[in-house]
């Protein structure tokens, strides 16, 4: 079954997909709806065998294809995966069904094709997975940048307030993290020797000066996408505006891309620019912990809070990365599939509420858990998940990342648990003022508030709570596949000073 | 008495000039002879015939590296890619000036020496049948296309320069609507057009001096003379330089280089569009195939002078096209400023010294062509009863007027801002590794740069197409007739092509890199 060709079928499944959708007719949305439900499930399902059939403790890169494409540049379509790729594609193989059933009445209202929506989160789908799957530096290019476009319209053509502003916004910062990181493709492909293949360029030496340029090349575009501190301002706009099934894609796995980039492009491909520049990333790192925690704190918008809480658990994952410890390397890649699960739970939850109260304002909520009971207590829990409480799946990866970060760093282990403090003032603060406190009296007027989570919504949110608790207290099947890869990055990233070995020490002394 | 001995001349090779040529010839008789009801029929079959024959011969002549006509023109790989680029283009150019459906009479007046906003010219505005004459002259233009790439010495260079110009400077005059806006931009370009004319003709002169008094050899301005006298010359070499700039000044006045830009937006502008899709495209191949031939086969061994003075105008022409296409409100003025800006990464890389800054050039200059003349097609669909409607604020909503032409101008705005899989993409990879890979890096960094903002411009219109609402001033998509539907269909087709599978035409125009001397 390991022959079987995962990633490419993974691919170009969501694409196949997304036509079909596009072409059924205007008239039938629901036939539409259907159709993509059914796909992405399908995808899911393939997903799952593909998980089943990687062995944890074999290569690093497994499922290989590669395919010529443009032999005069020696591009080609070159698929693997390691367990960090693996861990994202199962994410996105999770997120997407849920999404679409979340988002089952979301472009309705818009005056826009209804499938043309459905046809857009499939191609989104498809260049999500070919941004994780490619093990050819051009390819990961082509699809970091076509992810923008669908993207781009589904903020644009169905979001809300603003959406015109923040869609723009959005492409034109990941364009210009884009462009640079285009300038350091092709520096790579000249110092490298006229290739694209990943696992050529991990062997290649590349003189200091250089590789500090390209590192910087790369990085910016990554810290582009997380977002990091300073280029963070593009997320909440977009994730105000943006409807929440595509909000909840955007945070939980597009942003994730970046965190990605950095662990398997920038770290193998410039292991000694990672070092040099690794302080000034971890400052970025807690000043974003920190500094988007206060803003969070302050947030009168619903959508932007959650916008800045991710940041927030970005500047962790930045600790994470940079503190050069498998621990701290484990516990970041397991904050990239928590945070994705748990935020993109939040989103949507939040995109309930604020569907049903028409207004994503928190002052225009208030005790509105009297009315929808099981949805604030939803909300409650997506809360407690984000803040990472003990018990879900956050937890897990936040503690990993502060003792792994501890061990070798204290200062920036002791100011990044400060971020824990602020994380539950703005989760706790934003679950008072909206669903408990005394019932706001314009709430009761809104018919649609009396609503509680239909069957379809409660199929949305179950699966993600499970998984949130499931992890929380046996996140080993994760942290079995991660593991061997985040292993292997430190040991790139460490490459030029080895640890002594006992073994040979030894037989020296003898 | 001596015998006057007549240079050999390979005909095969030059074919697609004399068909070219010859054609043109033939269409001015047309125009003495065949009834006028006729004349639109047989000119548009006749001029699109030869462009087929001419790239025919091309293809068959495909082999073909040698110098002939006593050394006059150069046919070589270069030679021959840039004449089916521009054979091909010209073809599509053609459909678009051939289009009657779209517009009663076509795009272009019937008498341009009528006063423009007299009661006569509103009048022959309203469904006149346009003047046939500009398949003649288009056929003209092709013809010194066709020469301009292939000349092997600088004085042919400047005859073919001449006769592509001045049809050009006819054509853009010739506009149905907004004469007064036409007439001004073909007097702009004549104008400035001349100027250029006369600075490369001057620096010719100044070349030829400099190449007087090499050992075994008379002074020439053939290449094979010039680039021997760049080394070898005892003349001084003020010489070399002011003839260098000079020549360099009267070419990148046709690439539409800063700071020889100026005319660039208003000729797009008043120029018939179809017109201004034929200069973006040919043009732009032509002057950069000849900005190719001058500073890789005769001044080659002085590319440590001219560059980084060539680099400075290209970093310049990158920013103020970039810049300036942001403040843009007119969609042909915008593609204009697009247009000085891509002309800036041609710049990039012609300076690449290596076969792959001219392979990546020429695979830019295709790519680009096909995208730029699909960009024009849907400009000349946009319209309502005044015509064409070029004001951006016209275009809001566009999108959900007619969403096939809407997703059809994104694609191409998709394609001019770089995104990949799209011919954009690759062209901008084609020029930036070779210049790269010789040290330009601050190049390269500078076009990374203007990218990022002439990505706003591209993006505004899609915003403007698509997420804004329409208005009751927003046009209807007029149904293109079968000449305009193909040509988008061609440019559409191969911007995507080239985008996903550029592998063909980059292994042709590698294999096509080298000069004959």
Redesign the interface.
Known sequence: MSNFPFLSVLTVAPLVGALVVAFLPRRRPDLAKQVAFGWSLLVLALSVVMWVSFSADGDRLQFRESYP?????DVNFTFAVDGIALVMLMLIAVLVPLVILASWHDADASKRSVPAYFALLLVLESTMIGVFAAADVFLF???F??M??PMY?LI??YGGHQ??YA??KF??YS??GG??M??AV??L??VGGKTFDWQALTQVDISTGTERWLFLGFFLAFAIKAPFFPFHTWLPDAGRAAPAGAAALLVGVLDKVGTFGILRYCLPLFPEASKWFAPWALALGLIGILYAALLAVGQSDLKRLVSYTSIAHFGFIGVGIFAFTTQAGTGAVLYMLNHGLATGLLFLVVGMLIARRGSSLISDFGGAGKLVPLLAGVLFFAGLASLALPGTAPFVSEFLVLIGTFTVNKPVAVIATLGIVLAAAYVLWMVQRTTQGTLNPELTEVKAMHRDLTLREKAVVAPLIALIVLLGFYPKPVTDVINPAVQATMQDVGKTDPAPEVGSVQEAAQ | MTELKLPSIDYAAIAPILIMLGVALLGVLVEAFVPRRRRHLVQLSLSLLAVLAALVMVVLSADARLVTAGGALAVDGPTLFLQGTILVLAAMALLLIGERSVERGGAFVAQAAVTAESADDRQQAEGRNGATEVYPLTSFAIGGMLIFVAANDLLTMFIALEVFSLPLYLLCALARRRRLLSQEAAMKYFLLGAYASAFFLFGVALVYGFTAGIPGRSAGVDFATVHAAVNESPSSEVLLFAGMALIAIGLLFKAAAAPFHVWTPDVYQGAPTPVTGFMAACTKVAAFGALLRVFHVAFDQAAWDFTPVLGVVAVLTMLIGAVLAVTQTDIKRLLAYSSIANAGYLLVGVLAPTGAGVSGTMFYLAAYGFSVLAAFAVVTLVRDADGEATHLSRWAGLGRRSPFYAGVFTFILLAFAGIPLTSGFMSKFAVFGPALESGHAWLVVAGVLTSMVLAFPYLRVVVMMWLSEPGETTPTVAVPGGLTATALMIGVAATLILGVLPAPLLDLATDAAAFVR
């Open positions: 494409w443009i032999p005069t540049w290019y082509v699809f940048e076509v923008l476009v319209f644009g053509s959406r015109q869609a723009v492409f034109l364009l210009v462009l640079f285009l300038a092709i520096g492909w000249v």
